[in-house]
């Protein structure tokens, strides 16, 4: 099972790719990064960007499952406003692709991934470098969010 995990958002797009084996009990990460759309486009060039984005990384790594994060409340409305749109694009990308989709609320990602449901990104990234035997430390928090969501998916549902 291809697992891609994505931490959506209009300026930085998080996204990580892994493998897992269920008759090996194997992980392996595949693929992550940052989709970032330049900051002067318009909303519809940037939402566009990720979708083609995403499309193009379901087609390179034949991507059987789409996990990620579900909406949060927000003291900005502007900024879940833009969360939605991306996620909006990420979900349409991967049902065009039939891939089976899946959504987590960011305190069930803490929780399975470090136990603690309250955890901060540092504790989150943590767990995600060890569990996949990566250092993403010079990665922005997307692309380890986005990982989380991944091994969520795969400890939830694998």
């Known amino acids: 099972m291809i697992v891609l995990g994505v931490d959506p958002g209009i300026n930085n797009t998080g996204y990580g790719i892994i493998k897992y084996d ?27 960007f990720i979708y083609d984005s995403i499309l193009n990384k379901i087609d390179e790594f034949n991507v059987d499952v789409l996990s990620l994060e579900k909406s949060f409340y927000g003291k900005n409305v502007q900024v879940i406003i833009t969360m939605s749109q991306a996620r909006a694009i990420v979900i349409l990308a991967g049902y065009k692709k039939g891939l089976d989709i899946f959504e987590y609320s960011p305190k069930e ?22 569990t996949l035997n990566i250092d993403t430390s010079k990665e922005k928090y997307d692309v380890s969010d986005a990982l989380a969501i991944a091994l969520c998916h795969v400890y939830r549902e694998g």
């Open 22 to 48: 269920s008759k090996k009990n194997l992980l392996e990460t595949v693929d992550y990064g940052v989709i970032s759309p330049k900051r002067n486009w318009t909303t519809p060039k940037k939402l566009s």
């Open 109 to 130: 990602v803490k929780k399975v991934i470090t136990s603690y449901g309250g955890a901060l990104k540092s504790q989150v990234r943590y767990m995600v470098d060890t």
